[in-house]
């Protein structure tokens, strides 16, 4: 499954059958987590809310900054535990507006950090020792020791920089190594690190300028999920890459890192 933020639109794919289903949805819809059999929780503009596949009956749950009109949330993920760290950016993507908050499953949230500007790439170590979190406009993965059982962050440092010239840091995965796929805006693909040593291991180049996330999938998790955005191209740009907005599914021999963390609320 996956969004187009801008088109208001909820995807999914069938792998076996390969048919594609889509929805339409009210508000920007940055996220889509799964939750019950038929259900699903979607970071909206406004907040968080529940949507059922079947029924298409859309259950609010939660305002996140009803009081900022001019943020919406953007990235997010699931830790172990099952709370939701999900970020929040101004629309124009004005500097240091955004929070990164945790959302525990009965709902009740804290603010992790304060004054980011695009939150993206959440994901932690297969031991939850580490978090791993990128903030777009700082060009950089950060890492923060992880506290599990309290969900409590510190920062260690700076992990991997890109280059400007290359593009800017979006979307990102771990593959069962440990190591970072991380996609890169107007990098044409996505960029494999180590996150130790912050080495470029492997590129997996794409026809779209404009990369923004990836994810691991398939039955044995060696299938990696691309996507990219049509926003954002000069009229050129846009003739040279057709594909710009596409999905793309590579198989690889890698496995991804099996995260199996959900989203489910309390009653």
């Known amino acids: 499954m996956w969004v187009d933020i801008d088109g208001q639109l909820l995807y999914e794919y069938h792998l076996k059958s390969e048919k594609i289903?889509?929805?339409?949805?009210e508000q920007k819809v940055?996220?889509?987590l799964e939750s019950g059999e038929t259900e699903v929780v979607l970071a909206l503009q406004d907040g968080l809310a529940k949507f059922d596949l079947e029924t298409e009956r859309m259950t609010w749950l939660l305002n996140l900054e009803k009081d900022n009109i001019n943020n919406r949330p953007n990235d997010g993920a699931v830790d172990a535990l099952g709370r939701l760290w999900?970020?929040?950016m101004a629309l124009d993507c004005k500097a240091d507006e955004g929070k990164l908050y945790c959302i525990a499953p009965?709902?009740?949230i804290s603010i992790k950090l304060d004054k980011t500007t695009i939150s993206n790439g959440i994901i932690w170590n297969a031991e939850n020792t580490k978090m791993y979190y990128i903030d777009s406009a700082t060009y950089a993965v950060k890492s923060y020791h992880f506290e599990l059982a309290t969900g409590n962050i510190a920062f260690e440092k700076d992990i991997i920089t890109i280059d400007s010239e290359l593009g800017m840091p979006d979307g990102m995965a771990l593959d069962s190594e440990g190591m970072l796929w991380i996609a890169v805006w107007g990098g044409k693909g996505i960029y494999r690190y180590n996150p130790t040593t912050g080495k470029l291991l492997?590129?997996?180049k794409v026809n779209a300028p404009n990369v923004t996330s990836c994810t691991f999938?398939?039955?044995k998790m060696d299938q990696?999920?691309?996507?990219?955005a049509s926003i954002g191209l000069s009229a050129k740009e846009a003739l040279d890459f057709p594909d710009s907005g596409h999905v793309f599914i590579f198989q690889k021999e890698l496995a991804g890192f099996s995260n199996k963390n959900r989203f489910y609320l309390k009653d």
Do not use: A, C, H, R
Request: proline fraction near 0%; hydrophobic fraction near 40%.
């Open 106 to 108: 009965d709902l009740s």
């Open 202 to 204: 492997e590129t997996v």
């Open 86 to 88: 999900l970020g929040t």
């Open 224 to 228: 990696l999920f691309i996507t990219s």
């Open 217 to 219: 999938g398939g039955e």
């Open 30 to 32: 940055s996220l889509v």
């Open 21 to 25: 289903k889509s929805w339409s949805i």
